[in-house]
């Protein structure tokens, strides 16, 4: 059996960003730890009914610390070569 996760995902010059969505709990760690304060609650809501995270691509680097930190694997960063 396999389990689909909803994803959203954005698109920068500096790589892909992508939540998922029924993953993420609304802790905010990801927006406390993002050197680029890039990151901002969403309209979009998570596993508790709690608002999800969106980046802004123009400030976003890829550079994954925000994947990194979140406790339940609910961002994927791919940077650009
Ligand atoms: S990849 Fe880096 S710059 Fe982009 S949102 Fe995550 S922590 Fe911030
Ligand atoms: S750290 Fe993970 S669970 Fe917490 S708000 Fe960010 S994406 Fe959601």
């Not at 010059?13 to 990801?30: D, I, P, Q, Y």
Request: aromatic residues 8%; positive net charge.
């Amino acid at each position: 059996m396999s389990v689909a996760y909803k994803a959203l995902p954005f698109e920068g010059e500096k790589g892909s960003w992508t939540v998922f969505m029924s993953l993420c709990k609304g802790c905010g760690l990801c927006m406390e730890k993002c050197p680029k304060g890039c990151l901002s609650w969403s309209s979009h809501l998570g596993a508790y009914g709690t608002p999800t995270i969106e980046p802004n691509m123009d400030d976003c680097t890829a550079c994954g610390i925000c994947k990194a930190v979140c406790p339940d694997c609910a961002i994927a960063v791919v940077k650009k070569k």
